[in-house]
C-alpha cells in the first residue's frame, strides 16, 4: 500500500530535523538581534579624554565635560600637552583637550590608531562643547593608522578570521569522525592535531597582513603568535563544547564566537561606542581580546596587550582541559566494539 502524505511528511522531516531547523532560525534571530544591536545607534560612552589647561583650570574644564548628558566622556587633568601625548601613545588616553589660555582656539589631540570611529564620535563632542561656549577647536593626530590600515579593521578582520579558521577545523573534525572522540586518547590525538594548524594559521595570518598587503607591519612574530592563540583557542573551546552537547556543541560555538563575539570585539565600533551588554562583554571574549591585542601591539609598543593574550590563553587551556575531562568520562568502548569507533573517532 502506498504511504500516505503524512507518512511521508512524518518519514522526511523527522522530529529531530524539526528541533535543528528551529534551532538554526534562534541563530538567525539572534545574528540579527546582536549585529543591529550593536551597531544601529554608535554612542560615546565614558571615552577616556585628558584636559590641559592653565592656572588650575582643568578640574573646572573635566568637571564640565563629565557632566555632559549621557556620559559621554571621562575626563581627568594632565599636567601638560607632553605627558597628554605620551599618555595618547601608551594608549591609556582616547583624546586630549589642549585648552589655549591666550584665546579661544583650543587643540584636540587624538589617536586614530584607537579606532576611526572612536576618534570621530570624540570630535563631535569636542566640538559641541566649543561652539556652546563660543569657542572653535583644532586637531592633531598623534597616533595615526598605517597607511595598509586604512580604517584600522585589519587586526579585527585577521582575528575574526582565525578564530573562524579554528572552530572549522574543529567542527569538520567532529562532523567527520563523531563530535565526542571515542575516548580520552582519541580526544588527545585530535587536540593534537589542532597545534601544527594553529602554528601553520599564525604564520600565514601574519604574512598575508605584514609581508603581502602590508596592512599591519613591523610586528611580524606578535602578530603570528597572537593568531597562534586564537586558533587554539576557538578550536579547543569548539571541541570543548561538541564534546559535551555533540553536534548542537557547534551551534553553541557560532553563538558565542559569530553572534555575540564578532559585534563586540571593537572593531568597526570601539567599545566605548557600542551598548551596554556589548561593552561589558566584549573585551572578555577572545574576538575583542585578539583585536585589542593586535591593536595595542602594532600601535601602543605593546602597552596593555599582555592582559588580552593571557585572556586568550586561557580560553585555549579551559578548553582543552573540558575537552579532556568530558572525553574522560565516556565509558571505554569494548573491544569487539573498537573497530566501529575507530571509524567514528578522530
Given at each position: 500500500?502506498?504511504?500516505?502524505?503524512?507518512?511521508?511528511?512524518?518519514?522526511?522531516?523527522?522530529?529531530?530535523?524539526?528541533?535543528?531547523?528551529?534551532?538554526?532560525?534562534?541563530?538567525?534571530?539572534?545574528?540579527?538581534?546582536?549585529?543591529?544591536?550593536?551597531?544601529?545607534?554608535?554612542?560615546?560612552?565614558?571615552?577616556?579624554?585628558?584636559?590641559?589647561?592653565?592656572?588650575?583650570?582643568?578640574?573646572?574644564?573635566?568637571?564640565?565635560?563629565n557632566a555632559l548628558d549621557g556620559s559621554p566622556l571621562t575626563a581627568a587633568p594632565v599636567a601638560d600637552e607632553s605627558t597628554a601625548r605620551d599618555r595618547l601613545k601608551d594608549g591609556t588616553l582616547a583624546a586630549a583637550i589642549v585648552v589655549d589660555p591666550s584665546g579661544t582656539q583650543d587643540h584636540l589631540l587624538v589617536a586614530t590608531a584607537r579606532g576611526a570611529s572612536l576618534t570621530t564620535a570624540v570630535e563631535e563632542v569636542a566640538q559641541q562643547v566649543s561652539a556652546q561656549q563660543g569657542r572653535t577647536i583644532t586637531t592633531t593626530d598623534v597616533v595615526p593608522l598605517q597607511d595598509g590600515d586604512a580604517r584600522g579593521l585589519t587586526g579585527f578582520y585577521l582575528s575574526i578570521g582565525w578564530l573562524v579558521g579554528g572552530y572549522l577545523v574543529a567542527s569538520l573534525l567532529g562532523v567527520a569522525k563523531g563530535a565526542r572522540p571515542a575516548n580520552r586518547r582519541r580526544a588527545v590525538i585530535r587536540l593534537g592535531a589542532m597545534v601544527p594548524y594553529a602554528v601553520v594559521s599564525g604564520l600565514t595570518g601574519a604574512l598575508v597582513v605584514d609581508?603581502?598587503?602590508?596592512?599591519?607591519?613591523?610586528?611580524?612574530?606578535?602578530?603570528?603568535?597572537?593568531?597562534?592563540?586564537?586558533?587554539?583557542?576557538?578550536?579547543?573551546?569548539?571541541?570543548?563544547?561538541?564534546?559535551?552537547?555533540?553536534?548542537?556543541?557547534?551551534?553553541?560555538?557560532?553563538?558565542?564566537?559569530?553572534?555575540?563575539?564578532?559585534?563586540?570585539?571593537?572593531?568597526?565600533?570601539?567599545?566605548?561606542?557600542?551598548?551596554?551588554?556589548?561593552?561589558?562583554?566584549?573585551?572578555?571574549?577572545?574576538?575583542?581580546?585578539?583585536?585589542?591585542?593586535?591593536?595595542?601591539?602594532?600601535?601602543?609598543?605593546?602597552?596593555?596587550?599582555?592582559?588580552?593574550?593571557?585572556?586568550?590563553?586561557?580560553?585555549a587551556v579551559v578548553g582543552t582541559?573540558?575537552?579532556?575531562?568530558?572525553?574522560?568520562?565516556?565509558?571505554?568502548?569494548?573491544?569487539?566494539?573498537l573497530g566501529r569507533h575507530v571509524s567514528n573517532a578522530a
Amino acid at each position: 500500500m502506498r504511504p500516505t502524505f503524512t507518512q511521508e511528511l512524518r518519514d522526511a522531516i523527522a522530529p529531530r530535523t524539526v528541533l535543528l531547523v528551529l534551532g538554526v532560525l534562534f541563530v538567525q534571530v539572534a545574528f540579527i538581534a546582536s549585529y543591529v544591536g550593536a551597531f544601529h545607534q554608535p554612542t560615546p560612552h565614558e571615552v577616556a579624554v585628558g584636559v590641559v589647561a592653565p592656572a588650575g583650570q582643568a578640574p573646572a574644564v573635566a568637571e564640565r565635560l563629565n557632566a555632559l548628558d549621557g556620559s559621554p566622556l571621562t575626563a581627568a587633568p594632565v599636567a601638560d600637552e607632553s605627558t597628554a601625548r605620551d599618555r595618547l601613545k601608551d594608549g591609556t588616553l582616547a583624546a586630549a583637550i589642549v585648552v589655549d589660555p591666550s584665546g579661544t582656539q583650543d587643540h584636540l589631540l587624538v589617536a586614530t590608531a584607537r579606532g576611526a570611529s572612536l576618534t570621530t564620535a570624540v570630535e563631535e563632542v569636542a566640538q559641541q562643547v566649543s561652539a556652546q561656549q563660543g569657542r572653535t577647536i583644532t586637531t592633531t593626530d598623534v597616533v595615526p593608522l598605517q597607511d595598509g590600515d586604512a580604517r584600522g579593521l585589519t587586526g579585527f578582520y585577521l582575528s575574526i578570521g582565525w578564530l573562524v579558521g579554528g572552530y572549522l577545523v574543529a567542527s569538520l573534525l567532529g562532523v567527520a569522525k563523531g563530535a565526542r572522540p571515542a575516548n580520552r586518547r582519541r580526544a588527545v590525538i585530535r587536540l593534537g592535531a589542532m597545534v601544527p594548524y594553529a602554528v601553520v594559521s599564525g604564520l600565514t595570518g601574519a604574512l598575508v597582513v605584514d609581508q603581502w598587503l602590508g596592512a599591519l607591519t613591523g610586528h611580524f612574530w606578535a602578530i603570528a603568535g597572537v593568531g597562534m592563540l586564537l586558533v587554539l583557542a576557538s578550536a579547543t573551546v569548539t571541541m570543548a563544547l561538541q564534546v559535551l552537547f555533540g553536534t548542537i556543541g557547534i551551534g553553541l560555538t557560532v553563538l558565542l564566537f559569530v553572534v555575540l563575539g564578532n559585534p563586540s570585539a571593537g572593531g568597526a565600533y570601539q567599545t566605548e561606542l557600542l551598548p551596554a551588554l556589548w561593552r561589558h562583554v566584549g573585551q572578555a571574549l577572545p574576538n575583542g581580546a585578539g583585536t585589542t591585542a593586535l591593536r595595542e601591539i602594532v600601535y601602543f609598543g605593546g602597552h596593555g596587550a599582555a592582559a588580552h593574550v593571557w585572556l586568550i590563553a586561557g580560553y585555549a587551556v579551559v578548553g582543552t582541559l573540558v575537552a579532556l575531562a568530558a572525553s574522560g568520562m565516556r565509558p571505554e568502548p569494548a573491544d569487539h566494539e573498537l573497530g566501529r569507533h575507530v571509524s567514528n573517532a578522530a
